[in-house]
């Protein structure tokens, strides 16, 4: 058991420093609304990756190109949707960062849809967690078990600690803060432009 708590560990580890389209969100989100309103995103992964597993591995035995590419495209409008969002607050006249009306913070859902059409997921786990699991499972169900819950508590607590360390910004005054918000926009539509091309010219190539 040992050997799949360090594997699900250190995957998610990896997985959870590694810059991409999750991580350029939630830096944005905490630029917008503080750290503790963006905190509930880390536990994205444990919402999004759930039909993304099945999809694996009852129905494919790799993530087809044409896939890949379609999700990078979709991913790819999200994020300048975002950045776009990004930018329009910006321009206005901004007020407490840390406000908290009491609702549910939609960082949450917003963090699952970029997860779910971000393709890292899908090769992650058709590339190694779902043969990962599936091996753990012909030994013994909980071997599975523990490596499922060792990948998704380590990704939640990596990516906890990244947003209380992002939220350090919360300590600089309101135009060191409004140029964050238009840093992240910016950084938000060059990895959605990035992701849009990559996905049309995947897209071509097949």
Do not use: C
Request: glycine content about 8%; charged content about 10%; cysteine-free.
């Amino acid at each position: 058991m040992l050997e799949y708590l360090l594997l699900g560990g250190g995957f998610a580890f990896a997985a959870a420093i590694q810059p991409g389209p999750l991580q350029v969100f939630l830096f944005s989100s905490v630029a917008q609304r503080g750290w503790k309103r963006t905190l509930p995103a880390s536990f994205a992964p444990m919402l999004s990756d759930g039909p993304i597993a099945l999809l694996v591995l009852l129905v494919l035995t790799r993530v087809p190109v044409v896939m890949s590419s379609f999700l990078q495209v979709a991913g790819g409008v999200l994020l300048l949707y975002f950045a776009w969002s990004s930018f329009r607050q910006w321009k206005q006249h901004m007020g407490t960062f840390e406000s908290d009306d009491g609702k549910v913070p939609n960082t949450l859902f917003q963090a699952v849809a970029v997860n779910i059409l971000n393709p890292n997921p899908y090769l992650g786990w058709s590339l190694i967690l779902g043969p990962a699991v599936l091996r753990a499972w012909s030994e013994s169900p909980s071997n599975a078990v523990a490596l499922i819950l060792a990948f998704y508590a380590t990704m939640a607590a990596v990516m906890a600690l990244t947003i209380i360390l992002f939220g350090t910004t919360s300590f600089l005054g309101p135009r060191a803060r409004r140029s964050l918000i238009l840093v992240s926009a910016i950084t938000l539509a060059i990895l959605g432009l990035y992701q849009l091309l990559s996905g049309i010219l995947g897209a071509g190539v097949t």
